[in-house]
């Protein structure tokens, strides 16, 4: 019997990966309106830059927690357990070496660059972004029989602020609800540790939880391997070969409830 769900939260529950490649751009044209590069190329060599320095060199050795450079670029980083610890000395540097990074490899010269100024516009930017899709609240409000959990990959404290920032954190801080970040346990989906922590938490078996998320090789994959029941939840409908095969496929989460019937 299922008593449980567990949703996977950035582009599940919350608008996400749309708000990167956009801000790249907005922040390069809103700090060097004269800087003349096709958008393609922008992206190529800011991704490469943020990867380079951010996920393999600044991260290297936490990368099976299932997040890198990206999302260190964005955030004020902090929490508690090990890698919360580590991010949060070195965070400011990282940051600010990526977009020197990012300025030196777009070739942009420029005497006097405010870098303190690109990283927090550059964060308003995001956090302007960050908000529940349409049909989460009113889905959300009609599961009050079952427990409820969040299982996402990335920063503590980050990952509530964006629950928190889309107003989605009064359904997740209740007695029978549970938030659970890899960055608390090293590990990230699809590793089996952070499905163990959740039902830990949530107080239930495997067999009493669906996993809904967006991602087969996450979300999905590290559910199957578990005998977890999952629905993936498709937004765009893209069409792809699913070498990983969801038990549900849904393009809105309107329709979990049609499965929970």
């Known amino acids: 019997m299922i008593k449980g769900l567990v949703f996977d939260l950035d582009d599940t529950l919350t608008v996400h990966d749309d708000l990167y490649d956009f801000n790249y751009i907005r922040t390069i044209n809103t700090f060097f ?31 099976d927690a299932k997040f890198g450079g990206r999302d260190i670029l964005w955030a004020d980083c902090g929490g508690f357990g090990e890698i919360a610890e580590y991010l949060n000395n070195i965070y400011l540097d990282a940051q600010n070496e990526m977009w020197l990074g990012i300025i030196k490899n777009l070739g942009i010269s420029k005497s006097r660059i405010n870098v303190k100024n690109i990283i927090d516009n550059y964060k308003f930017f995001m956090w302007d ?24 990959n990335g920063m503590q404290f980050h990952q509530r602020k964006k629950i928190s920032v889309s107003g989605l954190l009064s359904f997740f801080s209740s007695e029978n609800s549970e938030i659970v970040t890899s960055s608390e346990c090293n590990k990230g989906k699809p590793h089996s540790e952070p499905y163990e922590l959740i039902c830990k938490k949530l107080s239930l078996d495997f067999s009493e939880i669906i996993m809904i998320g967006d991602t087969l090789d996450g979300d999905i994959s590290g559910a199957k391997k578990l005998n977890i029941k999952n629905v993936l939840i498709d937004r765009k409908n893209d069409s792809y070969e699913k070498k990983i095969k969801p038990d549900y496929v849904i393009n809105t989460l309107y329709d979990l409830i049609k499965i929970l019937n």
């Open 33 to 63: 309106p004269d800087f003349k590069m096709p958008n393609t190329e922008i992206l190529k060599i800011m991704i490469e830059t943020i990867d380079t320095i951010g996920s393999k060199k600044y991260f290297s050795e936490y990368l």
């Open 129 to 152: 972004g960050i908000k529940s899709f349409k049909d989460v609240i009113p889905t959300i409000t009609k599961l009050k029989d079952y427990k409820l959990g969040i299982l996402t």
